[in-house]
Each structure stands twice: as C-alpha cells, then as structure tokens.
C-alpha cells in the first residue's frame, strides 16, 4: 500500500519540479495574480472624469466648481461652452458627469431662492454612477449649507450659532480609513486558492486520462484510494504553500493587517484546500479531455466567487441565494480569512464556519472518490 | 500463482453494449498455457473492447470471463496482479526518464525490492535501453519507447499479457524484433493475446481469432484459417483495365470473392483446372487482354478480404 503511494507522490512531484515553466507556473502567476487584484480589485470611487458647463460664469459659480476641482472624488476634464456638447463626450466615454451651471445660479441664491444645478450623469455603471451623485449632493449641500452661514453672518452677526445641526459621529471598527484594500486582499486570497487547486487537481487526473497513461495505472493493482490521495497530496500541499505565499504578499506588500493567530488561518486554509481538492477531482471523473474540465471548472468558479460576499454583500442577494451561499465552501473561507485578518476573531468565532468547511469537504471528497472508479465506463 | 489445469483466459458468452449499440456480441474464447492468440478484425470490430473486458477496464455486459480463474466482473483486481496490459497508445510517462518509469511501475506492481534491481536490468536489456536509464522516455524512437512500454507491463512477470495494437505506428524492424520478444515470452509459459491488424504479424501467431462486427467469425491456425475459409481456389489475374475487369468478374457466377490486389485481381473459384479457361474467355469476350492467369496460395489478408466481404453481403 504505501510503496505505490510512495511511487505516485515521488512521480508527481518529479513531474511538477522538473519542467521549469510548470514550476514556474505554480508560483508566480499566484503572486503576480495578488499584486494584480488587490490594487484592482476595489470599490472605492475616485477621480471620476467630469465636464462642466458654467452658464452663470459668476463669483459664486467658481467657487462651487473649485470645490469640485479640489476634491479627490472628481477630475474636472474640459469646460464646455455648450450644452449640446455633454451628449457626444458621454457618449464616448470622455467623462461620466457632466455638471451644468444655469444663468443666474448665484443671483438666485443671493436672493435666498431655490438655485438650480443640474447633473447629467453615464448611469451605465450604475454604481458608480450612484456614487458620484451622491459625492455631488454633498459637494452641493455642504457648499449651499456655508453659503448661508456667510450670508446670515452678514446680515445678523449672532445667528448662526442658533441654526441646529446634526453631526455624525463615526467610529469605524477594524478598518478605521475604510481602506478597500484591506477588505479584498483576504477575498483575492480566497479566490486565486480556489482557481489554482481546483483546476491543478482536475487537470492533473484529465491529463493522465488523455494521454492514456490513467488506463495503464488502471491495469495495475493500485488502490482507487491510493491513486486519488498520490493525486491529491502533491496538489494539498502546493496549495498550502500558494495560500502562505499570497499571504505574504497581502501582510508586507498591501500592509492589510493580520490581527488573529496564524494557526486559526491555517485550520481554515486546510479545511478549504481540502474542499477544492474534492471539486477538482469531481471534474475530473466528469471530464474526458482537458478541455472539458477548464470548461465545467469556469462553471464552478464564477458562481463560487460571485456567491462568496467578495464583491457583493451577500446580505443584498434575495433570500433563496443567501441560503444557498451555504454550500459555497468560500463563502465560509472568506468569513475565516477576514475574520483572522481583519478582526482578529477566533475559533470561538469561526468555528461554525470551520465546521461547514469540515462538513462541505468531507461530502465532496467521499462523493469524489466513489464517482472514481477504475474502470472505463 | 495459477495452478497447472486453469486455463488462463476463457470467456463465455461475452457481451458489450454501449447504449443500443453491441460493440461485443456473445463471444466465446479459449487461450492455453504459452499460446500466442491473435486477433484480428477491421477498426470497430470489439477487438479492444473484447481485451478491455478480459484486463478488467469494462464491465461485461453479458456473460462471464475467466482470466488466470478469476472473473474478471468480480474479481479485477485478482486479475490485475497476473496480467499485463499494453495499449495501442504508448502509456508511459514522456516527461519521466526511462529509468523513472520503471520504479514507477515497478512501484505500482509492488515487485519486491529484492528483485527490482535483476528485473529493472532485464527490462533495459530487453528494450536495449541500457545505459540510456536517465533519457527522458519522450526523446526516444517510438520503437524503443514500445519495448520500453512491454517491459513496463512484465516488470511483474505476468503469466497472461495482453496486447492492443502493440505495433502500431513502429517501423518493421522494430515490429519483428518486437514479436522475438513474445515468442521468447511465450516460449517460457506466458499467454499472449494480441489485436492487430497487420497480416504479416497474423502470421507470427499460433491462432487466430477473427473478428466482425463483434463477433468472432473465423479462428484457427493460420494455416487452417487459410484452408476452410476460402472455400475454393485463389487466381491471380494480371490484365489491363483493371477496374472494368473488376465489374465483370464479379457478374461470373463461378468467381466467389473478386478483389483487386495492387495491380492484380484475386478471384476465389471452386476449381481452378474448369476455372481458368472460363474466366479468361470472359474477359477476352469483352475486349480487356489477360496478361498473367494463375492459381496462387492465399495469404492471410485475402482470407480477411474474403471473409468480411461475404460477411458484410450478409449483413446489407
């Protein structure tokens, strides 16, 4: 028994480590794939391209817009003289807020009456697009909210201190900048482990099968188990280094902190690398060719990283998908990772996410290994 | 090991079905201590998926197989231990030195390591790989690499081995000293059966199994096979206008089988002496000239032609 394992992790791991580009393979693009997603991947909204349109070309007009041009949020591309301008340059994608000063905008406002601005805005993103008006309302109210400060200070010098006002309080936990970095590290994490060891367990097996070499193992007395775990190890093991290298580069190179204890990580890390052990070798039992298997794995992996929360709260999905998230064995890794990264929980934490992971793995291997059968049909 | 009495490889009644068609359709066979059993067969015919049936990789649909006494539905893995399979697609790892392969199979058989040395310097002696241990399998010639691939499949000195078109894509040199190597095999007790459609390698066997469309249709010698299934006389006829030769022959009742052979025809006639003389009157009357019209002894291949040609008229 253990002289064949021994000889399918030996020719394994010869296989891996003697082909420069397939070792090569295995390590960088994890890295440079982290470098990649984690400056990417990102909710934040920032220098969003913006025409402007001053009909009113007065004191008070600029001074709205040089907030604009001060602000972070927005970059204020061209000045237009013309309003049938603002369609084409959306249309092209120039900018994606066009902001239109009317005539008389200060005047009315000097009066104390309603002034108007209009937003024109490419809601195609409808995020962003989201985003950005409210940036503008802001931009507006608070613009709107001292010019009257100025003009009551004017006209009663006393008064403004008896105007009421709400002030917002915040006290972010865990991440106090609301860096978006520090919430999609731990989720690229998740992913690129997912990709790798699902698609490097399911090629591994499909590989053999079509070059034939899996029908010559067949003919010999090697255990079914014996086969998957020679299959499975080299990949468990590859998979963990991958999710310490990608770890590194999330802690030193983002600077995301690791607040919890490495060891709850590398429970969960285990636990979930075992669950993608499990996929990659159900594809493989469902795939003849190569082809096939790249094919049913991009069928896993969208869904499983849609359906995780590492873009989009789960909270917004309807009810039925939130409960089927459940089954999604990244949904609980990523709760894990963020969890030991950001917050620093642990095992009384996550321990009902770890169990799910243990549950999902245990189930997806057994039906693995007894779809595995040693025969050709 | 087998004792002495059991037969190494005997199947009853063997079925295949994939879905509603029968690849193999009730076959029946027997193969003794140290018999070279071919089989033969167009592509399609269930010869594969007869060898696959006997190494335990399909499931019979029908029927039973014995090999070295154990069934091969029940017991695969009994099976497994005693024979040796080597597939028409070289199965060996390409990327893994010759001498990796061997440990690796060497491993997958559990050879005992008192042992793996003597038949590891067997196996590169056989292959006349030795002193190229550390080539890797993927540089080498396809002739080496298929002894390579044998003695991958007898590093555990199986008693039955099982060949699916060894040969295929190897040039002849290769292919006769690959054969050597099974008779020498065979010589010292192993059973051997092997698929391929090569008739010169037919001969090297001592039965043969004829298959079509999954059943078996002829077997025997190959000197009987020549014998009962041509039923007749074999002429070579020599002429010009080949293929109007062809038409009319076969409209001449006496000419059984009609073939065209390179720039020849065979025609099998119940008597050559009544049959000559006919045939080239009729050819004559029509305007094509005869150059060369005589009896010939039958080869393999025109036993094949002739026997999957009455058995498609048959079926049509």
């Known amino acids: 028994m253990l002289r064949r394992l021994q000889g399918m992790l030996v020719k394994e791991f010869i296989q891996v480590f003697r082909d420069t580009r397939t070792r090569t393979l295995l390590f960088v693009p994890p890295i440079v794939q982290m470098l990649i997603f984690g400056y990417a991947a990102t909710l934040e909204v920032r220098h969003i391209p913006i025409a402007v349109l001053d009909y009113d070309n007065s004191q008070g007009s600029r001074e709205l817009l040089s907030r604009f041009t001060a602000s972070p949020y927005f970059d ?290 057994a039906i693995s290994v007894a779809r595995f059968q040693k025969s050709l049909d | 090991m087998m004792d002495h009495d059991t037969i190494p490889v005997l199947a009853h009644d063997l079925v295949k079905r994939f879905g509603d068609f029968v690849a193999v359709d009730h076959i029946n066979l027997e193969a003794r201590t140290g018999e070279v059993v071919g089989f033969l067969g167009p592509n399609g015919s269930g010869k594969s998926t007869t060898i696959r049936m006997l190494c335990g990789l399909l499931r019979p649909s029908a029927g039973q197989a014995l090999v070295a006494g154990f069934d091969v539905a029940r017991e695969p893995e009994q099976v497994r231990r005693r024979i040796g399979y080597m597939s028409q697609k070289f199965s060996l790892y390409n990327d893994l030195q010759v001498i990796e392969n061997i440990r690796f199979f060497a491993g997958m058989y559990d050879v005992p390591a008192s042992v793996l040395h003597e038949r590891t310097e067997w196996v590169l002696d056989m292959a006349g790989l030795a002193g190229r241990e550390s080539t890797i399998t993927g540089t080498l010639p396809g002739g ?93 006829i020599e002429c010009d206008q080949l293929g109007p030769a062809l038409d009319l022959l076969q409209q001449v009742p006496e000419a059984r089988h009609v073939a065209l052979f390179g720039k020849a025809l065979h025609v099998v006639v119940p008597d050559a002496q009544t049959g000559i003389p006919r045939l080239r009157t009729a050819l004559s009357a029509h305007g094509i000239a005869v150059s060369r019209i005589e009896p010939i002894r039958a080869s393999l291949e025109d036993v094949f032609v002739s026997l999957t040609a009455q058995l498609s008229g048959q079926r049509t």
């Not at chain 2, 050597?180 to 192993?190: F, N, R």
């Open chain 2, 144 to 236: 080496w690499k298929q002894r390579l691939a044998l003695g991958c499949a007898v590093l555990h000195r199986p008693s039955i081995l099982f060949l699916d078109e060894p040969t295929s894509g190897v040039d002849p040199i290769s292919r006769r000293r690959f054969w050597e190597l099974i008779h020498a095999m065979a010589a010292e007790g192993v059973t051997v059966l092997v698929t391929t459609h090569y008739m010169d390698e037919a001969e090297y066997c001592n039965r043969l199994v004829l298959i079509f469309q999954g059943r078996i249709v002829a077997s025997g010698s190959p000197t009987e096979l020549k014998q009962q299934a041509m039923a007749g006389e074999l002429l070579l």
């Open chain 1, 76 to 365: 204020v591309r061209t000045y237009l003289s013309d309003r049938r301008e603002i369609g084409n340059l959306i249309d092209r994608g120039g900018v994606t807020v066009a902001l239109q000063i009317n005539g008389g905008f200060a005047q009315d406002l000097g009066k104390g009456q309603t002034a108007r601005l209009q937003v024109i805005v490419d809601s195609s993103n409808s995020n962003t697009a989201l985003i950005a008006v409210g940036y503008i309302n802001q931009i507006a109210a608070r613009f709107a909210q001292e010019f009257q400060r100025t003009q009551l200070f004017r006209t009663a010098p006393f008064a403004p201190s008896r105007i009421p006002s709400i002030v917002l309080e915040r006290r972010p936990l865990f991440n106090v900048n609301f860096d978006s970095q520090w919430f999609f590290v731990p989720g690229v994490i998740g992913n690129l482990i997912l990709v790798m060891v699902v698609s490097l367990t399911a090629f591994a097996v499909v590989r053999e099968r079509e070059i034939g070499t899996l029908e010559q193992i067949m003919v010999t007395p090697i255990g079914r188990l014996e086969f998957i775990l020679g299959k499975t190890v080299p990949f468990f093991l590859i998979g963990l280094f991958d999710t310490t290298l990608v770890s590194l580069v999330g802690t030193f190179w983002f600077g995301v902190p690791f607040r919890g204890n490495i060891g709850v990580l590398a429970i969960g890390s285990i636990l979930f690398i075992l669950c993608m052990l499990g996929i990659g070798l159900f594809i493989s039992t469902i795939s003849m060719t190569q082809q096939q298997a790249m094919v049913s794995g991009f069928f896993f992996n969208m869904p499983a990283i849609t359906f995780s929360g590492f873009g989009t709260p789960i909270s917004s999905m309807p009810e039925w998908l939130q409960a089927l998230t459940y089954l999604n064995p990244l949904r609980h890794f990523l709760e894990v990772l963020r969890g030991v990264y950001l917050k620093g929980v642990g095992l009384d934490v996550l321990w009902p996410q770890m169990a799910a992971m243990s549950l999902l793995a245990f189930v997806m291997l």
